[in-house]
């Protein structure tokens, strides 16, 4: 019933994804069976039929999972679209976070065994909306502040690119989709636990109700093309103004303060270390104080204007 769908959706998402992609060969489409990945699926079906495969994933954590997956496949086999059951061990841990790493790591193999380079997700615009609010609660900077990104890397050692064609659509509008269809879709009681922050953000701007989504998600968009000119910037800082000297790294100090954060960052990787941004902004705090300060094994001095980057001495080393 996909020709019951708004055509005017139907055509944002086709040029969305166009926009974000615009290769010739197949992509594939992570679907869950919720609701707003199987409003994905419809859109992709009927913007795109033919040139897309389909993967969900039975991370194992739930009875009602593999329930999920069969779902999916049925859907699927009615409309001739190849689907694919993956099944994943997460781990221990937090099981949110290990989830989400098996589930990507699981797509990325079943793209690269399939021959698809992009592999899109169902990430939207109130999702950008709660992301930006909890990183905007954590003190994040530009790059937190972007948000979720439209087009990525699915892992760092692969090829894969990851997409979310349906980033500029509201939670609304993939349910009118969805509806249009006439297409099941499976509940994720997850989506109910407030013992999570996202769903405690989500009920408090659905109460709110004056955060438009989409404008988040375009305030997020200007956010990530601020964050690539600083990137920019310190890149040509680090080009002119930090020069080897023996075993450490001597940065002449320039720029403003988010350059010289991202300077520290390039830094810190240099000797192989990792890490987070908050951690790198309070080094940066204490050596604009003067103060010599070490982080993750990287011992950095202040030297007249200068910032001396080294390794830091083992314990008990003379």
Known sequence: MSDKIDPELVERFRRDLERLWGGEGPIGLAVSGGPDSMAMLMLAHAAIPGRFEVATVDHGLRPEAREECALVQRACDERGIACAVLSVDVGKGNVQARAREARYEALADWAADRGLEAVSTAHHADDQAETVVMRMNRGAGVTGLGGIAERRLMRPSADTILLRPVLGFTRAELSRVLEAAGVAACADPSNENTDF???????????????????????????????????????????????????TLRFAVLGPKAVRLRIIGFAMRHFGATPDGGDEARLLERLERGENANLAGVLVKVDGEDWVFGREPLRGAR
């Not at 709110?208 to 968009?221: F, K, N």
């Open 197 to 247: 922050q996202r769903v405690r953000v989500r009920r408090a701007l659905a109460e709110e109700g004056w955060l438009d989504p989409q404008m988040v998600t375009r305030s997020a968009s200007h956010l990530r093309d601020a964050d690539k000119a600083v990137s920019w910037a310190s890149e040509q800082v680090w080009e002119d103004r930090v020069r080897r000297d023996g075993d």
